[in-house]
Structures are given as structure tokens and as C-alpha cells.
């Protein structure tokens, strides 16, 4: 399935998003074709299986905002906003900007600055459409206009956007608007961190139940294997270690998802919802050079690919050499995560050579690694995991935009995690197990023994997850986010600083908001 904004039309509440949400599209060609929305009432819409449908697929959409988003939101949400909080804060990747000039250095970010900007709008949008589903799809229900088997797994799928939504809110920011309901005040102000995480608690532990284990079609949408994993996160976040390894242990009992065999593949373009991916943003098969274009395709690898391909980009997604040095010797995730001067494309498909006016198979070489004409900027090293799309080459060339999914949870990270809450629950021979497996496939066998510990844990996932989507929540999780980034960059985060400031445009909406401590 493709989340694609297409055809249909519905008018939902988006709270604290600048605006009423008003268009949810569906996701293929045989939805309603009608131009004429303005008699498209909740009513219609959560009137037939196929429309509403449609109009959870809407949900997913409030996910995808790439390049162009929709109307006074802010765009590049992707690739500016949650990539970036996840992986820049680390320190372990960068922009365009010298790492040591950056806000991300001294952990002092602008409200102005992206991932303020972008995060919290654009997830309040998803989660206005989420409210407005679940409002409606029990009534269509009950009413006989929605079947009861299909509307009883959509409630489920959008009790897990929705809570998605929110995870990321409260890793980002903390304390966040707890919106619950299209009635409930768009100006109220924050709700703590933990009574976010009990509410996804809440909903995860009804989703389990409504969700199957996988779909025959639409291999995009959640499972009830995904449901686990939100419930398993958010158990730990409040210090409920023996409930996390419960919910992430369900999950292989599903008998559908499990470890890719190999590293390089969970983010081969060609292995799109492979059997690792638990939840996986959608993008279509296409790319151009447009830009008057939808959310249908995405710009993520042309702003991680070396400049000195794509003639442009190089915004977000690039490495360190500290990264680099940090993996141990034999550690296949090294090359599948990043390469560096002299060094070749570890995917088969892709040879650098192959792109026009490049005449070398590496990123430059020792003596003069490729910097995209900025050394200072640029690091001379770069990111494998948004690399994997062979078609796409850049400005002044033919294609900018491509169809890699954005995989924001996999089973790697569920293992990791799972040896996290075992070790704080006592349970140590688990920990060990699921430490072991994660580590045994990152050396394609068996890797060097080492002993399960918070600190050595914090190091997997800094080596497993780094230029994905979740580096940044799961160090801050543990709650040694301060400690770590002493010990890796002798870095010392102010008070406060692990969260991010609420930008100065949302604290204007809502009068009732108060900026984070600290900014």
C-alpha cells in the first residue's frame, strides 16, 4: 500500500496545528472520484468500508509531510524534524552546519530551529485526524455502515498512529497536550509526560486485540505486532521494566516478524516492510524533478547522499568520523550504516562510479575525501541507510525524489529494548539473550562476548539504530541521556536540555502553553 494523498476528501479538527484539518485523502484510484467535497459530511465518509478506509489511511498521511506538506504547516518534517531529533542531538550526526558551531553542540537548540518547528505541529495534525476517525468509526459501526470485523481493526490502527504520535511528542518535548477527543480545548495547556505514556498504555493494551498479526494486502499498515512494540515503549518510560518484557517478548509469537539475516538488507529499497520492519511510513514507487509535487515521495536520500553526487542537499543525514572509529572490529554495521573516504557502496546496486561525472567507485579518497566542497561543513563521511535507492542522483540531473520507506520501529530496536527493561527487572539471563542476538547478527555469526550493561546497551543502540528514526528517544528512555553523552563527546547537557524547546509559534497559539525549562 502507498499512503498517498489522493481523491477523497473529509474535514476533521487538527488541534494546536494552525488550522482546521480539512483534507484526508485515500489511497487508490477507486475511491470516490466526485471534485465536489463540500457535501462529504463525517457522515458519508464513515458511511461505507471503503471510505472509511480511506479516511484512516488519512492518518497515516498526516505522517508523510516531506517536501511539500499541506498548507501552513511546516515542511520537511521527515527529514528536518524527526530525523534529525532523533540523530543530531547524538551528536553522532550532523547537518550542513560545522558540528561545533551547531546549537545541537552545546544542547541549546532555537525554538525557531527545525525540529522545534516542525515535530509538534505536524504530529498534533495526525493526531486531530486519529480523534476525528475514532469518534466516527464506532457510531458507523454500531449503525451497520461500517463492517464490524473491518471498523473493529481500524479503531485498532488508529489507536496506534495516534499513540505514535504522542511517543514522539513526550520523547521530543515531555510534557505535551494530552488531546483526546475533537471537543476537549484546543488551548489547553501541558499534561505530564507519564500520564501521556499510561494513556498509550491504555491504548495499546485495546489495539492488541483488535489488530491481526499481518495483512495479505496493504503491508504499510500496523500490526498488532507493532501495538506491542508502542506498549512495550511506553511500560518503560514509566519504570515498568516486567510489563515491557512481557509486551516486547509477544511480539515473535505472532510467528511474522523477526531479525533480517542480514544487517545490509533491513533497508534495501527492494525489501520495503521486510520481516523486521514493525512500522514503516509508505512513499510511492515514483520520482521527478517536480516540485509542485504531493507527499507521495520523499527527499530523505538526496539529503543524506555526498553532494559531490547530487550537486545539492547534504541537509541532514551526515555522519561523524567519531561515529565511524566508535564500532568494534568486525562489526558489519559499521559499513552498512556508514562509509568513509577511499570507501566503497556496500549495496550490490550501487556502484558511485555508475553516477555521471563521478569517476572513482569510493567517497573520495584518504587524501581527498569528498566534503561536497565544504570541509568544514561536511565531514568526508556518509550515510548509508537513506543510500540504498540507485535511481535517485540529484539536482541538475533527472531524479530528486524516491519511494525507500522511513522505518521508524524494527524488531532490532525491540530486541535491544527488551534487554533493557529485563536487565532494570532482574531478569539478566534474558537481558544477556536478547543483547546476544542483536549483537550475534551485527557480526553475521558470532560476535565477541560482552556483558549485558546499561552502558554497553546504550552503545548497541547507538551502533543499531543511528540514521534511523528513534536513536535519540531510546537514550533519553533510559535516562542516563546525560551520562552517555559525557562519557561519548564530554558533552555536558544543561538542565532541561534533553527536551526541546517549544517553538515561539505554537507557544503564540495557545496562551496556555509555557515554554520547556531551561529556555
Known amino acids: 500500500m502507498n499512503l498517498k494523498i489522493k481523491n477523497i476528501k473529509l474535514f476533521g479538527f487538527g488541534v494546536f496545528g494552525i488550522f482546521l484539518i480539512a483534507l484526508i485523502y485515500g489511497c487508490s484510484d477507486s475511491f470516490l472520484q466526485d ?169 495499546m493494551t485495546d489495539a492488541v486485540n483488535r489488530l491481526p498479526w499481518s495483512h495479505d494486502v496493504d503491508k504499510g499498515r500496523v500490526t498488532k505486532g507493532t501495538a506491542y512494540a508502542v506498549l512495550g515503549n511506553a511500560h518503560m518510560w514509566l519504570g515498568q521494566y516486567d510489563e515491557a518484557v512481557a509486551a516486547f517478548e509477544a511480539i515473535e509469537t505472532g510467528g511474522v516478524t523477526s531479525l533480517e539475516p542480514n544487517y545490509l538488507d533491513i533497508h534495501d529499497v527492494d525489501n520495503r516492510n521486510g520481516v523486521e520492519s514493525l512500522f514503516e511510513l509508505q512513499w510511492a514507487a515514483n520520482g521527478d524533478l517536480a516540485w509542485s509535487r504531493n507527499d507521495e515521495v520523499n527527499i530523505l536520500q538526496l539529503f543524506a547522499m555526498p553532494t559531490d553526487i547530487t550537486g545539492g542537499g547534504g541537509f541532514a543525514g551526515i555522519p561523524t568520523k567519531e561515529l565511524y572509529d566508535s564500532f568494534e572490529a568486525g562489526d558489519l554495521r559499521r559499513q552498512a550504516t556508514v562509509i568513509g573516504p577511499g570507501e566503497e557502496h556496500p549495496d550490490p546496486d550501487i556502484n558511485i562510479s555508475m553516477y555521471d561525472g563521478i569517476s572513482i567507485n569510493t567517497c573520495g579518497t584518504v587524501a581527498e575525501p569528498w566534503t561536497g566542497g565544504d570541509p568544514v561543513g561536511r565531514t568526508g563521511y556518509w550515510g548509508v541507510k537513506s543510500w540504498r535507492d540507485h535511481n535517485i542522483n540529484g539536482w541538475g540531473r533527472s531524479v530528486l525524489f524516491g519511494p525507500q520507506g522511513h522505518i521508524w520501529i524494527r524488531y532490532g530496536e525491540v530486541l535491544l529494548s527488551l534487554a533493557e527493561s529485563a536487565l532494570k527487572a532482574g531478569q539478566t539471563a534474558k537481558a544477556q539473550a536478547a543483547f546476544d542476538r542483536v549483537r550475534n547478527r551485527a557480526w553475521g555469526g558470532a560476535a565477541p562476548a560482552k556483558v549485558v550493561s546499561m552502558d554497553n546497551i546504550l552503545q548497541e543502540y547507538r551502533h543499531e539504530l543511528g540514521g534511523e528514526f528513534s536513536l535519540w528517544p531510546v537514550i533519553r528512555r533510559s535516562g542516563e541521556a546525560t551520562k552517555y553523552m559525557q562519557d561519548t563527546y564530554g558533552v555536558t547537557i544543561p538542565t532541561g536540555h534533553e527536551l526541546v524547546p517549544i517553538s515561539n509559534a505554537d507557544l503564540s497559539i495557545n496562551p496556555n502553553l509555557e515554554q520547556n525549562d531551561g529556555y
Open 35 to 203: 471534485t465536489n467535497t463540500k457535501d462529504l459530511t463525517e457522515t458519508v465518509v464513515f458511511g461505507a468500508d471503503e471510505t472509511a478506509l480511506a479516511a484512516v489511511t488519512g492518518v497515516y498521511d498526516g505522517f508523510q509531510n516531506d517536501s511539500q506538506g499541506d498548507p501552513g504547516l511546516p515542511n520537511e518534517y521527515n527529514v528536518k524534524g524527526i530525523f534529525r531529533m532523533a540523530n543530531n542531538i547524538s551528536l553522532d550526526w550532523q547537518d550542513n552546519t560545522p558540528r561545533d558551531q551547531s546549537d545541537y553542540f552545546d544542547f541549546d537548540l532555537d525554538p525557531d530551529s527545525d525540529v522545534p518547528v516542525k515535530i509538534w505541529p505536524n504530529n498534533y495534525r495526525a493526531i486531530g485526524r486519529a480523534n476525528n476517525a475514532l469518534e466516527n468509526l464506532q457510531p458507523a459501526i454500531d449503525a451497520g455502515s461500517v463492517s464490524a470485523e473491518l471498523g473493529d481493526r481500524l479503531i485498532g490502527e488508529v489507536l496506534v498512529l495516534r499513540a505514535i504520535a504522542y511517543q514522539y511528542l513526550a520523547a521530543t518535548y515531555g510534557d505535551v497536550p494530552l488531546m483526546l477527543s475533537q471537543g476537549d480545548d484546543p488551548f489547553k495547556g501541558k499534561d505530564p509526560e507519564s500520564t501521556v505514556y499510561q494513556q498509550i498504555v491504555t491504548d
